[in-house]
């Protein structure tokens, strides 16, 4: 269980998939802990901890965490959380 309020997303400086997730949550009004592991080995560390990997995105959230992801496969691992869901306000019908 995270002790964090606001969502993490761990980001590469660069990576185009990570600019995509970046470009949707913010569309959907999505206050973000934005994190490039690329700058803080802190940050890689801990998104290996709970990832198990070194991709990006990964995004976690409460009990919620979807690794290496594009937005239509964040999207379809979120409707396994629609109590996260509705937490983060992203829209049903946003496929």
């Known amino acids: 269980m ?3 309020t606001r969502p993490i997303l761990y980001i590469k400086s ?11 949550f913010n ?7 934005v994190r490039d592991v690329n700058d803080n080995a802190k940050d890689m560390d801990a998104m290996v901890s709970v990832s198990g990997q070194t991709k990006t995105p990964t995004f976690v959230y409460e009990d919620c965490m979807v690794a290496d992801f ?7 691992e979120l409707s396994e959380f629609p109590e996260i869901r509705h937490k983060l306000g992203i829209s049903e019908n946003e496929n």
Do not use: H, I
């Not at 569309?27 to 802990?33: E, F, T």
């Not at 937005?71 to 379809?76: K, M, Q």
């Open 70 to 76: 594009d937005v239509n496969e964040f999207l379809a």
């Open 2 to 4: 995270s002790k964090y």
């Open 14 to 24: 660069g990576c185009p998939w990570c600019r995509e997730a970046l470009s949707f």
């Open 27 to 33: 569309a959907q009004g999505v206050d973000l802990d």
